[in-house]
């Protein structure tokens, strides 16, 4: 990043100082060693909330809002009960891959909020997902479903097939409780059948826990990044630009010949160009039609 100055290499403005995390979830455990090496903060825990009354992946209570948002209010709360200003938050989505609609994806998104200097910086990762679910009738399919899916290391959860007034079962580590969930379950059955599904937070989905450590190294990436104009962390690219000269014909292609870096403070802005680089033919449409 030769445009760039890097945070840690001048003294990085969060050296020494707290910041709040609030999870339930064990997040603390990739989150601190990753922006504690990076910008010498303290990553504290926060207790005292129930995040899950923000929304929960097994669908009971449903997210209010966007992703983003939920993980600034995640943030925003945590901030307040530990009376600190610099705020942290996790917070992950699962749908189909962009590229074939067909395999489950995680997205994960961190948020970093400065009261201070009045600024949020958001770091992201994605890729594909540990995440299934089936409707079993009988033990030997939620056996070999469990098998499949590496369980106890990830977990799994347990719901009726219907309303019937059951709760939804999680936290189930061994192969006794996994039983005894499927029998309750279905003996309250309408259909004689259950949902069994991966657990999907954190703690329980070493794929998600992976994710989100990626996530911390894109969010330091960025805060250790600072402005050229106002010295504020958080300068990062914000847009791509298309037209890599191809290496046959020298027309534009579709791959990136530059990127444009912001400043989530002022209005500041340079864009990067990807100079001595050429494109492959086969992203030419001249050379590839």
């Known amino acids: 990043m030769s445009r760039m100055r890097s945070a840690a290499a001048h003294g990085s403005c969060y050296d020494g100082r707290p910041v709040a995390l609030l999870t339930q979830h064990g997040k603390k455990r990739v989150l601190a060693p990753v922006l504690q ?3 010498g903060c303290r990553v504290e825990l926060v207790g005292g909330y129930d995040t899950d009354q923000l929304g929960t992946f097994t669908r009971d209570i449903p997210r209010d809002g966007s992703q983003l948002e939920a993980a600034r209010r995640k943030a925003r709360i945590g901030m307040t009960l530990a009376r600190l200003p610099l705020g ?3 917070e992950g989505s699962f749908g189909a891959d962009p590229f074939t609609g067909a395999l489950p994806w995680n997205i994960e998104l961190l948020v970093w909020i400065d009261a201070e200097r009045e600024l949020e910086v958001v770091g992201i990762a994605q890729g594909g997902a540990a995440c299934a679910h089936l409707l079993a009738s009988t033990w030997i399919e939620v056996e070999s479903f469990a098998t499949q899916m590496g369980f106890p290391t990830f977990g799994l959860i347990v719901r009726p097939d219907s309303a019937a007034g059951l709760p939804v079962l999680k936290g189930i580590n061994t192969r006794a409780e996994l039983i005894a969930a499927f029998d309750r379950t279905q003996r309250h059955s309408e259909t004689g059948s259950v ?3 991966s657990d999907l937070r954190a703690h329980a989905n070493p794929t998600r826990m992976e994710m989100i450590r990626r996530a911390a190294q894109d969010l330091a990436a960025k805060l250790e990044s600072t402005c ?5 962390p958080g300068f ?7 037209g890599l000269p191809c290496s046959e014909c020298g027309a534009p292609t579709q791959e990136l010949s530059a ?3 912001a400043c989530v403070k002022c209005s500041h802005r340079v864009t990067r160009y990807f100079r001595g680089r050429l494109g492959d033919p086969g992203y030419c449409d001249y050379c590839n039609p």
Do not use: G, K, N, W
């Not at 690219?237 to 298309?242: H, K, S």
């Open 37 to 39: 090496a990076a910008l």
């Open 88 to 90: 942290l938050a996790s």
């Open 195 to 197: 949902f069994v599904e």
């Open 228 to 232: 050229p104009a106002c010295a504020a």
């Open 236 to 242: 990062a690219p914000v847009e791509c630009v298309r």
């Open 259 to 261: 990127e444009i870096l």
